[in-house]
């Protein structure tokens, strides 16, 4: 006699499911339903379904609590090199990776017009070599600099933004609040490139409220 088998998807292992981390990185990255719904290619009733998961899931009562929450997916690069570190002892060279230092930036934000159009002339203009571009951002080499360029979002009040890399973005995160340092929402992952590399961020205001950001580029494990 066969073994029945249950319908329905198999339980998955992570807090969230695949669809529902990316959600939660939009919602943590700033996205509203429709900028989400369009980046994501799902319609805004989708997003909302999500999200209801998400915040039942987490026990959360809002988004406000949801985009404060550093969880990190098990199966991203992150999650496996955090899995690795807890399987091994905490050496002095683990230890000095997650110290936070300040001094190198990495990366400078410009808003623009239109992306093609940037690109072309940042590219053939200013030959700054293009690094890739994808939906309404197109990066670029400044001499170890990044330079992002964004188009069809909302400007900030200076028009660009600084951001600091870290090794260690949660570690980041928890000193910098400590400090005092007040963020817009947690540590979330915004892309990952086709090798597996992923793109770690975090914003917070300085003391006159002007945007900066800390980002970290994680390799795959």
């Not at 690094?131 to 309404?136: A, E, K, P, R």
């Amino acid at each position: 006699m066969s073994a029945t088998r249950s319908r329905g998807r198999p339980p998955y292992a992570d807090s969230l499911t695949p669809a529902e981390w990316r959600v939660a990185d939009a919602i943590r990255h700033g996205g509203t339903d429709r900028t989400i719904s369009k980046r994501l290619g799902i319609s805004s009733d989708a997003v909302k379904f999500h999200v209801g998961n998400i915040l039942g899931k987490l026990g959360f009562a809002n988004r406000r609590a949801l985009r404060q929450w550093a969880g990190v997916p098990q199966a991203s690069a992150l999650g496996r090199h955090r899995q690795r570190e807890d399987d091994m002892s905490m050496t002095a060279e683990v230890l000095e990776r997650n110290d936070v230092r300040w001094g190198t930036i990495g990366q400078l934000s410009r808003s623009v017009h239109d992306i093609a159009a940037a690109e072309a002339w940042y590219r053939d203009v200013l030959r700054l070599p293009h690094l890739f571009t994808f939906g309404n951002l197109a990066f670029f080499d400044c001499g170890g600099t990044r330079l992002m360029l964004s188009a069809g979002e909302k400007a900030e009040a200076d028009g660009y933004v600084i951001y600091f890399r870290v090794p260690d973005i949660h570690a980041a995160h928890r000193e910098l609040q400590a400090r005092g340092a007040v963020f817009q929402a947690a540590p979330h992952m915004i892309h990952r490139h086709a090798d597996g590399t992923e793109e770690w961020m975090a914003f917070f205001g300085d003391n006159e409220g002007r945007p900066l950001g800390i980002m970290c580029q994680v390799p795959p494990a």
